[in-house]
């Protein structure tokens, strides 16, 4: 069983053969939860809103857009 240590900032580094066997990349987000006194990570299930570059937006969208964002982003945090 593979073993990592906690920095002096909290983190650890998930073994190579751990994200090698899951296809863990960089820049990849993770959940993390607590079970009792184990901690389990995943891959987070979250898909991303993308944006047509280019295309002219009305104030209107914008605005939406960005309400949007922040109230994913508000759930996203629960």
Excluded: C, F, H
Excluded at 10 to 17: L, R, V
Excluded at 43 to 52: I, S
Aim: proline share 3%; charged share 35%; no cysteine.
């Amino acid at each position: 069983m593979p073993v990592t240590k906690v920095t002096r900032n909290y983190q650890i580094t998930i073994p190579a053969e751990i994200r090698k066997a899951l296809g863990i990349k960089q820049g990849e987000y993770l959940t993390v939860e607590l079970r009792g006194d184990e901690i389990v990570i995943k891959r987070a299930k979250r898909t991303w809103k993308t944006y047509r570059l280019g295309r002219k937006y009305s104030l209107e969208e914008m605005e939406r857009m960005i309400e949007e964002s922040i109230e994913e982003a508000l759930t996203w945090e629960e």
